[in-house]
């Protein structure tokens, strides 16, 4: 399909849920996703997730991606994985790699839920093979079944960092440490718990200064900061290990959106560059539409919720309006409401109610 209704970029949980509510409603539509199985981050999560029961609390991630997946081929919904999108040009139409193969798509809407690029810390010796971003060891050990290493050096006690740190323990791997700069720990408490139930330290106000090794890792130099997060010279460990699991948070993967001409604005409760929208998820070209943790690094819960929305919308700017539209998208809005009302959420709404008008 050349020329579908709507085209979805990005085959996570947002994408997957535009692209089956979109269907459902009666619109042509097509995923492309660069990962040879659909589900984006949530093949790679073994764990069983939190939230409310009707966004699939209890559910192990991976289950979760199947049981997207499922409806996504009851529906029919053409996909073409694994393959990338790799330009929008001028013509509003985009460029797909697939092996080595090069075509272009031009759909009446787009939905992008390309989601988000892990964040990197500059250290010594950082480039030393070992270190990893936490999503890459989660994707050797969960979607690949290879064990990255022996001993774990964990920077960064956000959810991520201690979910990845207790599925290296599952997996046998012992975990020397978690690395935290601030003055206390960033995730839920119930993933702190298990961790500090296991034995593991968790290091505040510390950071990683040093890589050592002669080929690869062998230990990592952590120091104590001050309050200006400088290092404080004579607290100086050694942790022997050999991996270092960098977990200090994700970025929204915009550059297509870039691309397209789409206003992009610098929020930093929304995880950095975000493209502009609105509560309907659509951005400055009216023809573009965001979702996901493209949008605002959150949850895959409010990941489909987003995914909805868009999707319902932009069958409706094909379409016309439709009641059927209307109910889902009232819907998605007042359970992302409810969601977010909680006190972790608060920065979302602040970020969400930032975007500069014009
Ligand atoms: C360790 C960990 C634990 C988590 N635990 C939970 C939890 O318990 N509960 C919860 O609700 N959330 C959890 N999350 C968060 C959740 O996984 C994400 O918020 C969610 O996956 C975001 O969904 P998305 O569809 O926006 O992006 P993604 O899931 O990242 O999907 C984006 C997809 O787009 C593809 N893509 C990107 N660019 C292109 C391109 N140019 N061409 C083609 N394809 C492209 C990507 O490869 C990917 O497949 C966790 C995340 C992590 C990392």
Redesign the pocket.
Same mark, same amino acid.
């Given at each position: 399909m050349t020329n579908p209704d709507i085209c979805v !970029?990005? %085959?996570?949980? =947002?994408?997957?849920e535009a692209a089956i509510v979109a269907r459902e409603l009666g619109a042509q539509v097509l995923i +492309? #996703?660069? $990962?040879p199985v659909?589900?984006?981050?949530?093949i790679?999560?073994t764990?069983?997730?939190?939230?409310s029961k009707e966004?699939y609390c209890g559910v192990r %991630?991976i289950n979760i991606a199947r049981i997207l997946t499922q409806k996504v081929s009851e529906l029919k919904i053409e996909t073409i $994985?694994p &393959? *990338?999108? !790799?330009g929008y040009y001028d013509d509003d139409s985009i460029g797909v790699l697939q092996q080595d193969r090069l075509f272009a798509i031009k759909a009446k809407r787009y939905i992008f &839920? *390309?989601? @988000?690029t892990e964040n990197m810390l500059a250290f010594e010796n950082s480039d030393l093979p070992g270190v990893y971003g @936490?999503?890459a060891v989660?994707t050797l050990m969960n979607v690949y079944g290879v064990i990255p290493g022996k001993r774990a050096l964990v920077v960064g006690s956000g $959810? +991520?960092g201690l !979910?990845?740190s207790y599925q290296l323990l599952q997996a046998g791997v012992e975990v020397a440490g978690i690395v935290e700069i601030l003055d206390k720990v960033g995730g839920y408490y119930v993933h702190a718990a298990k961790i500090k139930r296991a034995g593991v330290p968790i290091y505040l106000r510390h950071t990683i200064v040093e890589a050592r090794g002669k080929e690869a890792v062998e230990s990592a130099l952590i120091t104590q900061v001050d309050d200006n997060f400088k290092p404080i010279k004579g607290t100086e460990k050694i942790i022997e290990c050999d991996i270092i699991l960098i977990a200090i948070g994700?970025s929204p993967?915009c550059d297509?959106l870039y691309q397209a001409g789409c206003r992009i604005q610098y929020i930093p409760e929304l995880g950095g560059n975000v493209p502009v929208h609105n509560e309907d998820m659509m951005t400055s070209r009216p023809h573009i539409f965001v979702?996901? #943790?493209?949008a605002s !690094? /959150? /949850? =895959?819960?409010? &990941?489909m919720l987003e %995914?909805r929305i868009a999707g319902a919308n932009a069958f409706q700017a094909i379409f016309g309006k439709n009641d059927k539209a209307k109910a889902i998208i009232e819907e998605a809005k007042s359970e992302l409401a409810t969601i977010r009302n909680s006190p972790f959420e608060q920065r979302i709404i602040k970020g969400k109610t930032k975007f500069k008008q014009g």
């Open positions: !970029i990005g %085959g996570g949980p =947002a994408g997957l +492309i #996703d660069d $990962n659909l589900g984006g981050q949530l790679k999560q764990h069983k997730f939190f939230g966004h %991630g $994985n &393959a *990338t999108v !790799i &839920a *390309t989601g @988000a @936490a999503g989660q $959810n +991520i !979910i990845v994700l993967l297509l979702c996901g #943790d493209l !690094i /959150e /949850e =895959a819960s409010t &990941a %995914g």
